[in-house]
């Protein structure tokens, strides 16, 4: 559920009217629901119950500091990938000691920053990384805590590209080779083992594969035990799905309980790391129609934003829900390729798309606070859209729009 609602034929942001919204800040924008934002993470915090537990918000899906602040405010960890989200994190008030910092390419700079700040725990992935992280800590003299980030082979069912839990992805240690390396670890002077972790894939619509993973890892769990090495936490990564179109994946809720049923009378501390399923549906963006334009077979609506803004379709043809801002009954549906500016035949939206517009009308696209601004880039030199966020019928600016003079910002002539 998101606070993204029609009041009569006008789109609103919680209270805020999205066309007024566009008005003042112009588009493409962004915009967030805080009141989204909040729901879905105490969703995750309150299904966990009595069970210690830690919701650590995977920052990848979106980074805005104001984003950030609003889950740190609420006492969220973070689940990190590089040092540039630690200091966001940082920036946003958000407290080093919650967080995770997973990844397959750490590098000595990032692991040293994140050992100085005491981070909860480095999701390590591979031995070569575990190595690395040993020598930073020796050298710095610090214990460095760690979880092996497991690969359980489970199919996670979702588009390819981001699924993570198969023998054959870049990701995690196999869970057969995992006691090996865990006693390896062990032998080691400047490292702390701390627990186990998973991520299996991203936009899963099903609890199935998530139980499927949990078993597997939990085996693990009990190998170790009877080997001398007791884990105490588990973290069951991110990779809840949301509603797009018509998919129907488990409440959050749901989700978190069916993992804490299988966690009973195990003395785990619980760490998710949930993305898009609180932010997804947290956010729009806002974009206007340039022009009309109908060719013989297809009639498409030119808009101001596009594939540098939002990659997803273009990326993984994902489809996501583009609505009028302002409905009308003046003008006929029609069916329209919504497309942006780019100069590629993949710069699209949505295709096949009835809307009843015409050129300088508002439309949003749904669903898309999470992995929208954040894989947004300058592609055909756009400067990247401003972002906003509402609190009931408040409005603030958390990310100017890009000027025109920034995109080549750093960059010089030759002499
Ligand atoms: N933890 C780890 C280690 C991850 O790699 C990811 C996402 C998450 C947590 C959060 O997953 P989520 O709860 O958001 O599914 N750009 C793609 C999604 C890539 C996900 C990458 N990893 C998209 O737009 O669909």
Known sequence: MDFFNRKQQALYAEQCPVTELAKQYGTPLYIYSRATIERHWHAFDQAAGTRPHLVCYAVKANSNIAVLNVMARLGSGFDIVSQGELMRVLEAGGDPKKVVFSGVGKTAEEIAFALKLGIYCFNVESAAELDRIQTVAQTLDIIAPISL???????AGTHPYISTGLKEN?????????????????????LNIKG?????????????????????????????????????????GGGLGVCYDDETPPHPKEYAQAIAEKLVGRDLTLIYEPGRA???????????????????DRNFAIVDAAMNDLLRPALYQAWQAIVEVELTDDIAKAAYDVVGPICET?????????????AGDLLAVRSAGAYGFTMSSNYNSRPRAAEVMV???????????????????????LP
């Open 346 to 358: 993949g710069d699209f939206l949505g295709k096949d798309r009835n809307l009843a517009i015409q």
């Open 149 to 155: 980030r497991v690969n359980p082979d489970v199919d």
């Open 391 to 413: 609190d009931q019928d408040k409005h603030y600016l958390v990310r100017e729009r890009e000027a025109l003079s920034q995109l080549w910002q750093g960059e010089s002539l």
């Open 196 to 236: 186990v972790d998973c991520h299996i894939g991203s936009q899963l619509t099903e609890v199935l594969p998530f139980l499927d993973a949990l078993d597997r890892v939990l085996k693990l769990v009990d190998l170790l035990a009877e080997q001398g090495i007791t884990l105490s936490h588990i973290d069951v």
């Open 170 to 190: 870049k990701f995690g240690i196999s869970i057969e080779q995992a006691p090996e390396l865990y006693q390896y670890a062990s032998s080691l002077s400047h």
């Open 278 to 296: 609180i932010m997804a549906n947290a956010g729009i963006l806002v974009t206007q129609v340039e022009y009309l334009k109908v060719n013989e």
